[in-house]
């Protein structure tokens, strides 16, 4: 298989949703949606995309000669590379009615995990998106992230007890995702959380939690007062609120801030090794890949997503040695020119 | 109604004039007159628009959720939202004969007031014009702001008579006028006024009075010197000098010196909720939007001007929500990445 | 006549040489050579063109009402407005034949004259070119300024014999022409000169003398030591030496360096009244404009010329009346963004 | 000979693997691999070409008239031009099978000695490409660079034997060939090298020793502890690693930072004589050119090479007249604009 087969195929089951571009910047898709288009003026996956070709590495090669370590603790587990699959959310209205968001989960989980790293599942309308990823995780061990929905307490309490079923070993939370159009009328109402809503929420959920959807220092700052354990920055790839910074921009900042104590993930618009590298660079401990990993399990099923991790985690092992980072540690911001 | 539709349905009355653009950037009007461009090498418009996109607006959501509060206190008037239509004039030449000025002030003036907001009218050659707005507003209880232009001192004497059947509650004066082709050979001549002549119109409106078409700090210092006691930040869309900056470029600046005694409005590019976002957190306190409100007369009649503002009102609502401002008092810089 | 009108007929002549653009930026012909177009990557004219665009004019309509004066004292003549019609050279292999630089010349300066300004005539291989313009500017009373390519000494001398012809008031020399390839293998050499040479010139000349192809702060302290009385910010278009910077971005430094003793005239891209009124902003006294004037008398003779010094000089007049500028001696950095 | 018929030539047997494009930036070619052009994203090339048309040069032509000495003593061999042609391999997979790499080198070793300037030799996979490269340049008395790639001790130590044959006075290792896939899982392993193991095969080499690959100033630093006498400032022309800075943008820091001890080489994008003048200004003393000799050999043969040479060179002749340089040494950081 190519990465080139593994688009052409895909094609076949998500156009025009989707058209599986060469690079996935979503200039394709700007606006589309239903679709994996952005949101209102829809710039802002492009920008995403843009911000990390701005980044350059800086190679060099007088170092002793190594093979890189590209393994990555993920609050105990041992991954190995420091990439995760994204969650996505009624793909069969996104992406092509190729498959629903069970079996959609259900391969994704599994494929990742064989590859060596964890998938983070979508949360949905229906209970069933939930209690299907559930199973998918426990199936394998507990690797797979089960993300909820900004719920109300009691909805999420819920939640947290099919979550509960996985035996993953962290949860996460896309408090963003009040900007989704299907969250907005809810009854009772979803959406923002004060510190102190999302300190229950932590606490409820008994295992280390993570905010996604975390754009500014303050946020930041706030979903550690909460006591989460890890963020991720996120501007859920321009789909909640149109026009935001990307997510390279504001991510030094943000890393600086929180301080060593928490887990610093990172998507939008990472579609590389090299850029993989680079978001390690500028502070992050690992990256979200989204729309990718769809277009590799529509094009390639199980094989299409154990491809594309290889894909992109030995082009991070290749940039590590061409700028002589040993180690995921090793990789700091004197190896990139910005 | 959808906004597509509305667009597709305002292209049979305004082509070739103005094509009604997905979004209007003034690009595919660059430097027609008559028409809807802007003057000389038509980068006004163009200029106007993208520079909102450099600006960014910063997600948080964790907060306390609310529903935000966009009401806004206009010279005692309580408008649903900070958005003005703004002043057009010869729209059969500019736009398509479907309407004359009288025709489209009267649905403008009371589709605005029924949608909770005001129209700024425009002004013109013939006195028909003025008379009308005028009586356009009465008949919705004041509810909008005859603009008229700066002709001679005793021809404002008799347009602020007509002015004054309006019962509107504030008067404006698009001051950059000057460049109109149609004022430059007028006799008694039209155009700048000094200080000390401003401070007589001024006094002579016998109202509120903004002065429209400030692009600099020290001609905002000087609209506040003559007792005006708004001003809107405006290059009149590129249509009476080219190659100005772009008002959200001058924006902050401005609105630093006047301090909180004045109102200050902005126009120019401004296409969604998320740009008024943008300029109040700039330092405006309303957006004047021209051009997409006579696409959406045009499109949709009186419902057209309500889609038009709804729309941009839910946007701006949403934005609200995904960055923490309660009300329109909340919008600071702090929520802008610039 | 209108502008379109006069490109439309320039066009049957000068095609496929120049396209008579409606905005001459130098796009259509780069590295076009014969041909209006700049040397080597080309890149020269389209660089001038944009340095204008990214200055813009600061719009202020809140001052007295008045005319503007545009009026130029140029080496005590009198000009109606401070653009002068840019010096050419083998005018039937780079535009086209219908005109010979003799011809050229003829209308050029005659034409120039009646709109109140002044040409800049050409030099080049064949003496009688310099004789033709030296008598065409003699019959208009000495209104012409002729410029000398850089010869040796002894065929300057000549060449000021003829230029005394003239009746001129001032004498120009193009120091940069030493870049034209018709220049390099001339015996006696032509091309660079030294200060001193320079000052030993300026003598032989024995009126006011300007240096035009200055593009450095030390290129232009240089010609006021050699007792120049006058340059000209230029890079001859692009076609001397490629990859300059552009003159807008090297002009406000010179004007600082040199005072206010020199006269300093800027070239390169100018193309509309807002541009000559950034140039004087900058620091200039006046502006050379060169291709346009080509198209004008191609595509209108004397007509042409006059209409489109007109047009400029009109579009100058309205800057000023929109920024607040009585004079050219109120135009000034304030009034001017960049 | 004109250079569009040298493309036009070169075009029929590139084709389809380079377009021969008239001005050579990698646009054509991106991600072309086997081809020219650059790894992953492919934007390597293309930044390399782009950053030098960023950096500008200060025309001034107010200096004596002079016959600009081009010349370059390069370890004691003395170049007509600061100019060497690049080092490339497998020229049948990524260029067209008119050649393969014994009959490139033969013809390019040749005509490069015969037009004043000297060819880098690649080296590849097969011991026959460097043994008849050794050969071709023992045959121009040494004039010719042996470049080796990053092999282990044991492979050095033989090739460095070859190399003996040749009578070179230096001897050269691209030391980021490392990203290329054909060394990638060679056995030994091959690519970087200790500070240490760099020392050994300075000694090793017995001559003048060039570093090629040095993109940071603690690379270059570290060259030089290890006894090399020059680097080259080359990002590979993007084919070893994506996403790198152009050279144009890190060689000024690396230059300043290893003094005037070492002899500074820059590649990537420069395609003009006034582009090798800004290297010099730069503080490079010398440039690489390596795909347009490839052009220039395919399009003419041993002509297509001196002709292009002369171009290139007279370009740069050009430019110091133009800037006032009478020899290499006096290009400096004040001729030119960035």
């Known amino acids: ?112 995990a064989d590859a060596g790293i964890a998938a983070f599942t979508g949360d949905g309308m229906f209970q069933e998106v939930l209690v299907a990823a559930s199973k998918a995780i426990a199936a394998c061990g507990g ?14 309490k819920e939640k947290f007890k099919l979550v509960e ?15 989704l159009p299907f969250l907005k009328n809810c009854d009772p109402p979803t959406g923002a959380k004060s510190v102190e809503e999302l300190a229950e ?15 500014t220092v303050k946020g930041a700052l706030k979903a550690q007062k909460a006591g989460a354990k890890g963020i991720v920055v996120s501007n859920h790839g321009g789909r909640v609120l149109d026009q935001c910074p990307s997510t390279a921009e504001v991510l030094p900042d943000i890393a600086d801030a929180v301080g060593d104590d928490m887990m610093v993930l990172v998507d939008g618009g990472i579609r590389s090794g090299v850029d993989v590298f ?30 594309y991790t290889e894909k992109i985690g030995q082009e991070l092992a290749d940039t590590m040695k061409m700028c002589g980072a040993k180690s995921l540690a090793d990789i700091n911001e004197e190896m990139i020119w910005w």
Chains 1, 2, 3, 4 share one sequence.
């Open 1 to 112: 298989m190519t990465y080139q087969e593994l688009l052409d195929n895909a094609r076949k089951y998500m156009q025009p949703h989707c058209m599986a571009c060469p690079e996935c910047n979503g200039k394709a898709c700007t606006n589309k949606m239903p679709g994996p288009g952005s949101k209102g003026s829809g710039d802002g996956a492009n920008r995403n995309y843009e911000a990390w070709k701005d980044i350059r590495v800086n190679m060099d090669t007088i170092h002793p000669l190594f093979e890189p370590d590209t393994t990555f603790d993920f609050f105990g587990q041992k991954m190995k590379y420091p990439i995760f699959a994204g969650p996505v959310g009624a793909v069969n209205m996104h992406y092509g009615d190729k498959y629903n968001d069970v079996e959609y989960n259900n391969i994704l989980v599994k494929a990742c």
């Open 143 to 156: 690797c797979g992230v089960p993300t909820v929905k900004p719920w109300d307490a009691n909805t999420l």
């Open 165 to 179: 079923e996985s035996n993953c070993s962290v949860v996460a939370m896309d408090i963003d995702a009040a900007g």
């Open 201 to 215: 929420i932590v606490k409820m959920a008994g295992k280390p939690f993570i905010v996604k959807g975390i754009m």
């Open 278 to 307: 680079k978001a390690l660079a500028l502070g992050a401990h690992g990256v979200i890949i989204a729309r990718p990993y769809v277009t590799a399990l529509y094009g390639g099923v199980e094989e299409g997503v154990k491809f």
